[in-house]
């Protein structure tokens, strides 16, 4: 309930400000003790002589994780604040004619609550930035081992940032805080606060993913598991802080807010929780060093405060939210508080933790391992390549999403009485299970090693995966499923869908001769730039370079088949002879390979040369031959679905005109309503015309 306009605001909002600064300062109290606690218990911040290498003094040692601390809770701050803005408050109804030719109602705009959080933001992406900034000064100090002065003042910092991965990955924050920090200060808009939110989350990643999961043993697995759990953390924790804050102002839509808030934080829970696990098993793959090594012992505390929270959330679920419906603000806003302490200290514990070096492995590491993050895999056989399963979790994780949400929604589909087509389903699941076949199997585990073999997982993910989803109509279901928002002029999943299904930007990107530009010329620019090299070299660059394939023969085949609402609908001869005029570049694309006279990548494939195979320049030409005859496969696919499309739209348009001519020949029906019979009257009217006299 809103304070203004009555005697006593004044007081009430500084009562409730001072509530804000306590609730904060003990938040911080909290992360600052465990922090320092679990930093003693790792040992990470006692001197170690190592040598060859200087000390880099007392201030790096305490000062490296204190900004690093800092920096991680002004992020989820940040992304806290632009969700409540973007997503928890609902947005307001526009105005009668406001941007409106018609006269009608404006596009939606953000609450003035909502707008006051984008400030917000902008203050403190600021000051993000700067922590990073203070993180990547003590980082290169840590590196080098030199005291910060030196550092600052000498040239360490401007020759060091670009070649340390951890320098770029700092910078890369730093860049991408400041631009939020300038942009939420101007922007009004619910799409613009989603933008942001986007560009915030881009930001949490490249810090977190250069640490111990970059070195870890199992580091795809790893990295993977890092990424999520970072981006379900920083919603989690600054939702929740956003809300508190929220509720100890008193400010107005409070139910509304903490409901999405608390749906939302289920989902991270559940992605923390299981993401947490995945790293764990990563780095500890013996249960013993849980116990028997300080990696460990922390790991367990980690684990411990997400139970606490896990309590935390099944109380606000059954109890806080129905108070708040009760008109009971305050129960809200004093659980909230309290679940913020606990956060801050699995803050300060993950901060510790990323401190603390893991135990070092048993046994040597081969250097193949070192870069694959597993061993050479024996000779390839068709038989290993379908047994030898090779387990790649980002790529599970998103079979497993598409496919729960899609039959998620055909179901609740059914429940309503509702109809959707088994063959959608069908090339749906389809769809996915050849994603499943080219990223979990063999062939993932010999992919890195043999360009072929990474050959014929692109032209999988590339031209044969996106027909299946494409024709599987997900946006189309979507649209029929989700339910629209509850309160008027709010934007809930389907309003996005269809905002962005109708955006300028989408309707660049889906221009056929847009879309055929990315599909074709990303194809040569990736293979023969040294992006193929730094892709391969990267986990993340590779899985990047994977779902660019994906995304990229997804978007062609959305405007080429045209299954799902798209801004610009070809007609089927354009459709044809789109699809004639681009295959062909593939074929070209697989010839430039065959003809290779240098091998590409060949620093990668160099190290990771397997003794049973054949010569790097030999597998690429076999790897061209691929790509040259493997685009009859889904030309031939599309020209079966071009045709049954085809057929059935002569169908639909036959049908609709003989229901036009039997209303205009039925009693009272008007004549000119009759297509046909207009048309052959016209045709009967020119023979007429041309007859010689």
């Not at 049954?644 to 004549?671: E, L, S, T």
Request: with cysteine; glycine share 10%; net charge positive.
């Amino acid at each position: 309930m809103s304070t203004q306009g009555s005697p006593d605001a004044k007081p009430d909002v500084s009562r409730a400000a001072l509530g804000v600064v306590r609730a904060a300062v003990i938040a911080v109290a909290a992360c600052g003790a465990v922090l320092v606690g679990g930093l003693v218990l790792g040992g990470s911040v006692t001197e170690k002589v190592i040598p060859g290498l200087g000390d880099a003094g007392v201030l790096t040692r305490w000062g490296l994780p204190a900004s690093r601390a800092a920096m991680d809770l002004l992020s989820a701050l940040t992304v806290g604040a632009l969700i409540a803005a973007a997503a928890l408050l609902p947005i307001e109804a526009g105005r009668p004619g406001e941007g409106s030719k018609e006269g009608g109602r404006g596009p939606g705009r953000l609450s003035k609550d909502a707008v006051g959080y984008l400030r917000a933001a902008s203050w403190l992406a600021a000051v993000w930035a700067a922590a990073a900034a203070a993180t990547l000064v003590f980082t290169v100090a840590d590196v080098l081992g030199q005291p910060v002065g030196q550092v600052v003042t000498g040239s360490e910092l401007s020759s060091y940032v670009g070649s340390l991965p951890q320098g770029t990955a700092l910078m890369i924050v730093v860049l991408l805080a400041v631009v939020v920090a300038l942009l939420a200060r101007t922007t009004t808009t619910p799409a613009a606060a989603f933008g942001l939110l986007a560009l915030a989350g881009i930001a949490l990643l490249p810090a977190p993913l250069t640490g111990h999961s970059a070195s870890a043993a199992n580091h795809t697995v790893a990295t993977t598991g890092v990424a999520l759990h970072v981006a379900a953390v920083a919603p989690w924790v600054g939702g929740l802080a956003v809300v508190g804050v929220h509720a100890l102002l008193r400010r107005d839509r409070l139910p509304v807010m903490a409901d999405r808030f608390s749906r939302m934080a289920l989902w991270c829970y559940i992605v923390v929780g299981a993401s947490g696990l995945v790293n764990v098993i990563a780095r500890l793959p013996d249960p013993v060093e849980m116990v028997e090594t300080n990696y460990g012992r922390l790991a367990l505390g980690k684990i411990a405060l997400l139970g606490v929270l896990g309590w935390f959330g099944w109380w606000h679920r059954n109890r806080t939210l129905p108070a708040l419906e009760a008109g009971r603000p305050w129960s809200f806003a004093r659980l909230a508080s309290a679940e913020a302490v606990v956060m801050g200290a699995a803050v300060g514990l993950a901060v510790a933790l990323a401190r603390t070096a893991p135990p070092a492995p048993t046994e040597p590491e081969s250097a193949v391992k070192a870069l694959l993050g597993y061993d050479m895999p024996p000779e390839i056989t068709p038989a290993r390549l379908a047994t030898l399963w090779q387990f790649d979790l980002f790529f599970a994780v998103l079979v497993i999403a598409l496919g729960g949400l899609y039959l998620a929604a055909v179901v609740r589909l059914r429940r309503r009485g509702d109809a959707w087509p088994l063959g959608r389903t069908v090339s749906w699941l389809i769809g996915l299970a050849t994603i499943v076949a080219v990223t979990q199997t063999g062939v993932a585990k010999y992919a890195p090693i043999l360009f072929s073999v990474h050959m014929a997982q692109h032209m999988v993910l590339n031209m044969l995966t996106p027909i299946f989803l494409v024709l599987g109509a997900p946006a189309t279901l979507a649209l029929r499923a989700l339910k629209p928002a509850r309160v008027r002029g709010d934007r809930g999943p389907r309003e996005w869908l269809t905002a962005m299904l109708h955006s300028r930007y989408l309707a660049v990107i889906a221009h056929p001769a847009v879309a055929t530009f990315i599909f074709v010329v990303s194809t040569f620019a990736l293979y023969f730039t040294p992006l193929f090299e730094a892709a391969m070299r990267n986990h993340l660059g590779h899985i990047a370079m994977t779902l660019h394939f994906l995304a990229a023969g997804s978007l062609f085949f959305w405007v080429l088949l045209g299954v799902d609402p798209a801004p610009k609908k070809l007609p089927y001869p354009g459709r044809l002879l789109l699809l004639f005029v681009t295959m062909p570049f593939h074929a070209f694309f697989g010839i430039a390979l065959m003809n290779l006279s240098q091998a590409l990548a060949r620093g990668w494939y160099a190290s990771v040369d397997p003794t049973w195979g054949t010569t790097i320049l030999k597998d690429q030409h076999t790897g061209g031959g691929i790509a040259w005859g493997f685009g009859e496969v889904p030309t031939f696919i599309v020209l079966i679905v071009l045709a049954f499309q085809w057929y059935v739209h002569d169908q639909r348009q036959a049908r609709r005109m003989d229901r036009k001519a039997d209303r205009a020949a039925a009693p009272g029906g008007r004549a000119e309503d009759d297509e046909l019979a207009s048309y052959n009257a016209r045709l009967a009217k020119l023979a007429e015309r041309d007859k010689p006299e």
